[in-house]
């Protein structure tokens, strides 16, 4: 194993988040700190891709928000995901759903895979 | 100044109690090896001069295999030289780990050669902001470095005028970085922020 395997596997601890991918519907429950409360706050959308290994790996959750299209980057690893729920699984062609972006109202749905192979 | 010899191996990320993303350097440190020790009553000086990672014989001159030969090791890739060395007490050809020169929390300056860009503009090379405008009358100077100097008065160009040529490749020091963690079974060390140089460069880390 090299080096930089290493240090990712000493650092990090193991998610453990449902096994979603790119098309999923997520709900991301995130701790937010407002001076010395903490509180979580739930960020619901679709992943539009996963990148990066080890300890540097993110995934990206868009979702619209009054009308307009925002995007959340949250690394696997952060310490501030109190959990991860997996709503639907979506039927995508490609891992990178950048061409969401474009689209709006119901272009912009993702077909639901409803047969999940085993 | 204490310190080691090592290599960059590359960088990641970790998250602090607060919760936030810090971005470090992976470098393995050692483990090197004392070559030669300089005293104040024969070299007028004390030093340390530590030998880091494996070099072939045969890229080894005479003079040098007859160097490492006294210290009882192998030929080194990289030689440096550490004035007043004071952490461990140490004899030659013994050997340095990590764990004996650096502890989590230390402050350490990193020193490596900058990545090599080739020949760059001003822009690049000395960060001039070039010409801001696209058009009125610019047509290709958009990154040119405008004047160099007067007129006939002084009718020269001043020595040291920045201008374009061949960028990084430099040595570097880069100070107060902290070590945020070790792992002595592999002789690494994550170091806080960027250091210097390419993956697989020779560094040197102070203290």
Redesign the interface.
Known sequence: MDALHYVHEQLSKKADFPAFRSGDNVVVSYKIKEGDKERIQDFRGDVIQIKGEGSTKTFTVRKISNGVGVERIFPFTSPSIAEVKLLKRGKVRRSRLYYLRALVGKKARIQERKYVKK | MNGLIGKK??M????DQ??R?IACT?V?VGPCVVTQVKTREEDGYSALQLGFGEAKLKNTSKAQQGHFEKAGTGPKQKLVEFRDFNIVEKSIGEVIKVEEVFAVGDMVDAIGTTKGKGFQGVVKRHGFSGVNDATHGQHNRQRAPGSIGASSFPSRVFKGMRMAGRTGGDRVKVRKLRVL?I?PE?N?I?IKGAIPGHKGGLVIIQK
């Open positions: 191996i590359g990641t990320n970790i998250f607060n919760g993303n992976i393995e963690n792992f592999r690494l994550l």
